[in-house]
T-cell receptor, first 114, second 111 residues
Framework: DAMVIQNPRYQVTQFGKPVTLSCSQT?????MYWYQQKSSQAPKLLFH???????NEADTPDNFQSRRPNTSFCFLDIRSPGLGDAAMYLC?????????????FGPGTRLTVL | ELKVEQNPLFLSMQEGKNYTIYCNYS?????LYWYRQDPGKSLESLFV?????AVKQEGRLMASLDTKARLSTLHITAAVHDLSATYFC???????????FGEGTQLTVNP
């Protein structure tokens, strides 16, 4: 089945220790998104790739970076995680960005920062 | 800045009852999405509403959009326990499919 896969599902890191979250997709979608969702809050868009073009949200901290080496994979790098970065990180994909395009979400990676 | 507000934020209802969740947004947009999220899980797309007056129905859920009032509703008919989840509306105000989510409505359906 075509799907969005995130690894790992649970990640524990130490304060200040870099961490990388992975997202892969078999949908062949050209747009990939990263969202941060803190406990009991709405998902918040961090950035997205349209093909190879990177689009950062204005209020995304510099501590968050992303890489997309090919169509199928996208990585979220947190350079120096703080306690406030503990959250669920959701990857989503879409085929283009025309009006009404659905985003398909992966299962998420829950990040704990000790 | 686009604001998306849902109410109520928490809803406890009995099985068999009807209720409506409201989603208000602050900009002109005719692209409104509803998602469902189960505890600890990801988001599942429910409805995409793309024009004023749009109405979509799936099972016991019906969503509508009034772009003039900047309001979408998610109506639940004869609720069942399986509908217990958090429901998010999201608005896309640009052509770039960048979603701004509401705070979510946590629905609990009691037997």
């Amino acid at each position: 089945d075509a799907m969005v896969i995130q690894n790992p599902r649970y990640q524990v890191t130490q304060f200040g220790k870099p961490v990388t979250l992975s997202c892969s997709q078999t949908l062949n979608h050209n747009v990939m998104y990263w969202y941060q969702q803190k406990s009991s809050q709405a998902p918040k868009l961090l950035f997205h790739y349209y093909d190879k073009d990177f689009n950062n949200e204005a209020d995304t901290p510099d501590n968050f970076q992303s890489r997309r080496p090919n169509t199928s994979f996208c990585f979220l790098d947190i350079r120096s995680p703080g306690l406030g970065d503990a959250a669920m990180y959701l990857c989503a994909t879409s085929k283009g960005q025309a009006a009404g395009t659905r985003q398909f979400f992966g299962p998420g990676t829950r990040l704990t920062v000790l | 800045e686009l604001k998306v507000e849902q109410n109520p934020l928490f809803l406890s209802m009995q099985e068999g009852k009807n209720y409506t969740i409201y989603c208000n947004y602050s900009t002109t947009s005719d692209r409104l999405y509803w998602y469902r999220q189960d505890p600890g899980k990801s988001l599942e797309s429910l409805f995409v509403l793309l024009s004023n007056g749009a109405v979509k129905q799936e099972g016991r859920l019906m969503a509508s959009l009034d772009t003039k009032a900047r309001l979408s509703t998610l109506h639940i008919t004869a609720a069942v326990h399986d509908l217990s989840a958090t429901y998010f509306c999201a608005v896309d105000e640009t052509s770039g499919s960048r979603l701004t989510f509401g705070e979510g409505t946590q629905l609990t359906v009691n037997p």
